[in-house]
């Protein structure tokens, strides 16, 4: 297989692994649910959009376990969504679900549970503020210096994460990565935030649209900021929009922001070059800046490692200071497990491997 690239990109390799980037045949026709086709040891039984999707296993998947046997070992994996905690703990309790995500506020509970132990484990995840910046007021760099000014981060990450998370800049890279920099969080200002909104010409403060998709995640966090913006001026109306996700990329005028949340990348220069160099296919706070984009090629093409470090830096450091980004904290997510459940590790990336997981008896 031959690749064609536009530009030397060093970590390329690690790109292919995404779980955005299955391969597929020639001729699919754009439709999992029609065509579940891919390499993988799973493919499509049944899906219920909102209620559950059935993965059976894949009969001539081409890889043998270290028994010697085909793998994968499961015949199905069924994901299921549960309208609440109330039932998600149900389902733990009755021995119906193996393996689920759980808050902060449910874990004691489950902790309860005698058949399951849980795990917290350090992520480069994190939900964040999306200021656009080729819109007003965010197209003025002194706004978004403002709102930035405003978070109390440390207490974000005690009060919403439960002291599960590390307090961040506003840069994607998170300390699990090894070339991470050590950037100063920034502290707290409301005075200094007052008087940039006031150069800006907001004297009197400004008043703000905030959507979301309402889930815990994201209402948490709008919550916070809506609260720890206020003194400085910003008056935020919270807008929870069940669609949010088909507007996330559009254009949403003047005196409005949204919220999102990104999961952990195999590279660090996979989130650059997605989300915040000029033109990136998701690039939500529009941002563009001639010096960050010069910087990623750079980095992308150099294969010395302290080049890269010193590299990534400055990408960090460049987006931290002008970035339309508000990255309050790197969660730690928290996982539980039945005990009956063989060979399963949690990893920071999303994508979950099943494939040489079995159950005990």
Known sequence: MIFHCDRVVGDFPYHLHDYHAPILPADWGGDFYQQPYGTGPFTIKEWRPDERIIFQRHEDYWEMGVDGKPLPYLDEVEVRGYPDDAALLDALKKGELHLSYVGVATMPEVIQIRNVYVTPFQTSNFHNGVMHCNEKPFSDTRVRKALKLCMDRPKYVKSVLFGYGIAAADHPVGPIYADAPNLTVPKRDVEQAKALLAEAGYPDGIDLKLQF????????????IQASAKDAGFRFSLAPNPDYWQIWLNDWGENAMGADNWATRATPSEYFN???????????????NAEFDKLLVQYDAEIDAAKRKDLIRQLCQTLNDDGGLINAGWRQDIFCQARNVQNFAMHPLVAMYYMGVWLSA
């Open 274 to 288: 997605i989300a915040y160099k000029t033109g990136g296919d998701w690039n939500e706070t529009r941002w563009s």
């Open 213 to 224: 998709y309402a889930d815990d995640g994201h209402t948490n966090l709008c919550q916070w």
